[in-house]
């Protein structure tokens, strides 16, 4: 192999594994509200994501609560497969959307979506959904409303409904 061709794969080699670090980053073993292509639109409807990272410490995952603030018009949970769902309306308004595992827990190394269906809150801005992951041992609070806190509380960002009608 020619010394140019050599650095070449090098080069790419480690790039590659820079990439790799970058997306290894703690911010990645935060719960996180995925979107999938879709944007949150006041007044409008649909779908949110939560994604649970990992269990607790070594400990798999039995249940997960997500408080949906009572600005939400509403919230319904995806059925998952080995989980059996819930909504608990709140005196406040809220809902508490809870899935408790029926099947296998969810393991440490793995991840899981929760989705929920919405109808997304009438004003624009950044909302909070605190979530709660219990484990068969120890539990995570994802309710901090600082974003840099250990275990900030997942957010979604309305954006303003279009003045077209679209």
Request: hydrophobic share 45%; proline share 8%; net charge positive.
């Amino acid at each position: 192999m020619s010394a140019r061709r050599f650095a070449a794969v090098l080069g790419g080699l480690a790039l590659t594994a820079s990439l790799g670090l970058a997306s290894a980053s703690p911010a990645s073993a935060h719960a996180t509200i995925q979107l999938y292509g879709g944007k949150a639109t006041a007044g409008g409807y649909g779908a949110l994501w939560m994604r649970i990272p990992h269990g607790c410490e070594g400990s798999p995952t039995l249940r997960v609560v997500i408080t949906v603030p009572a600005s939400f018009g509403s919230a319904k949970p995806q059925m998952i497969g080995g989980w059996r769902s819930k909504v608990l309306a709140r005196p406040d308004g809220s809902r508490l959307v809870v899935w408790n595992a029926t099947g296998a827990p969810l393991r440490d190394d793995e991840f899981q979506d929760f989705g929920i269906s919405v109808k997304w809150p009438s004003a624009e801005g950044v909302v909070l959904l605190p979530t709660v992951q219990t484990c068969e041992e120890g539990k995570v609070a994802w309710v901090d409303p600082d974003p840099a806190a250990d275990h900030p509380a997942p957010r979604v960002t309305v954006a303003a409904a279009s003045s077209t009608g679209h």
